[in-house]
T-cell receptor
Framework: EDQVTQSPEALRLQEGESSSLNCSYT??????LFWYRQDPGKGPEFLFT???AGEEKEKERLKATLTKKESFLHITAPKPEDSATYLC???????????FGTGTKLQVIP | DAEITQSPRHKITETGRQVTLACHQT?????MFWYRQDLGHGLRLIHY???????NKGEVSDGYSVSRSNTEDLPLTLESAASSQTSVYFC?????????????FGPGTRLTVL
């Protein structure tokens, strides 16, 4: 069974304190990996798709990287507005079907 | 701007009642999905559709049904609501034909079954 595991479950950072979120996966034949951001009371908002090991993508203070076993979401000099839950997901179980992790809840303190 | 909307945003109902949650997208996407999100679980797929008149069961489909009569709408029906169906429900849509097509999510419906 395909699985996606995110760690840590929660992370509290001071403003400007860089860190990384981890997403490890077990899936047969990785076809890609998604990162989403979810604010309280809202739906997930798409951030990145990574397609193959070694690929990196950046958006403002966020950089996502992918290896054969895991993905990292690096947050450089975070600001309070980066506070959210970050979800990763992989295509799994058939066309257009996706398995999601349970997310990392990030809190950035001013 | 194209968007995906859900209604109602909040709903309280009683055990045994039939409930329908609406999802409407103006992206003109072929693919639409319903998920539920619960603490300790990732988003779990309930039902999905690849186009008009097409519907398919996801991993947690028991007690739920959907119908797709047009491109824009995929209503989710709880036939006889149970307390275990208290959750936040998200609708999503995607275009294209690839496994890595981006799914765009609606704002969610918080359902409480008493």
């Amino acid at each position: 069974e395909d699985q996606v595991t995110q760690s840590p479950e929660a992370l509290r950072l001071q403003e400007g304190e860089s860190s990384s979120l981890n997403c490890s996966y077990t899936v047969s034949g990785l076809r890609g990996l998604f990162w989403y951001r979810q604010d309280p009371g809202k739906g997930p908002e798409f951030l990145f798709t990574l397609y193959s090991a070694g690929e990196e993508k950046e958006k403002e203070r966020l950089k996502a990287t992918l290896t054969k076993k895991e993905s990292f979401l690096h947050i450089t000099a975070p600001k309070p507005e980066d506070s959210a839950t970050y979800l990763c997901a992989v295509p799994s179980g058939g066309y257009q079907k996706v398995t999601f992790g349970t997310g990392t809840k990030l809190q950035v303190i001013p | 701007d194209a968007e995906i909307t859900q209604s109602p945003r909040h709903k309280i109902t009683e055990t045994g009642r039939q409930v329908t949650l609406a999802c409407h997208q103006t992206w003109n996407h072929n693919n639409m999905f319903w998920y539920r999100q619960d603490l300790g679980h990732g988003l779990r797929l309930i039902h999905y559709s690849y186009g008009v008149q097409d519907t398919n069961k996801g991993e947690v489909s028991d007690g739920y049904s959907v119908s797709r009569s047009n491109t824009e709408d995929l209503p989710l029906t709880l036939e006889s609501a149970a307390s275990s169906q208290t959750s936040v429900y998200f609708c999503a849509s995607s275009d294209g034909t690839g496994d890595t097509d981006t799914q765009y999510f609606g704002p969610g419906t918080r359902l409480t079954v008493l």
